[in-house]
């Protein structure tokens, strides 16, 4: 008898995600004054830099015409420098500004915050155990 659809890893995944995405789609804007998806793209930017655009999309799960869009929003709003990549005429390599450190600050204030109300229902133990399984099955999805 296979798995019944509400219990499979994948439903039960998206289900999650859909939950959580729509509280955060409140979230970043009350907090931060910016969309949910630029938010996530600064984020990123603040936690990985300096990015290109192309990495910034794998490091955000987005398509590069995504990324470039969101990385021109925020370097538009003065929270993300755009330079031209040093190794790489053709390239640039994103940093958040001074404005934008403001802002990352506080996203990942809130990020943290909702971190929190997800995964405060499970014990240190449980959330290190799940955080491991995630790590594998992320893993295991990549392509190699």
């Known amino acids: 008898m296979p798995t019944p659809l509400d219990r499979t890893l994948t439903y039960r995944l998206h289900q999650l995600h859909k939950l959580t995405d729509s509280d955060s789609q409140l979230a970043y804007p009350e907090c931060t004054g910016l ?5 996530r793209c600064l984020s990123t930017i603040g ?3 300096p990015l290109s655009v192309k990495e910034l999309a794998e490091k955000a799960n987005l398509d590069k015409g995504q990324a470039s869009r969101a990385a021109q929003a925020l370097v538009d709003q003065g929270l993300v420098c755009k330079a ?4 790489d005429g053709r390239g640039v390599v994103l940093t958040l500004t001074a404005s934008g450190r403001k802002v990352f600050k506080t996203a990942m204030a809130m990020i943290a915050q909702r971190n929190e109300e997800i995964f405060g229902c499970l014990t240190e133990r449980e959330q290190a155990s799940l955080s491991a399984m995630l790590d594998r099955l992320i893993a295991h999805a990549r392509p190699r």
């Open 35 to 39: 969309s949910m998806s630029n938010g």
């Open 47 to 49: 936690s990985f830099e």
């Open 84 to 87: 031209d990549h040093p190794g």
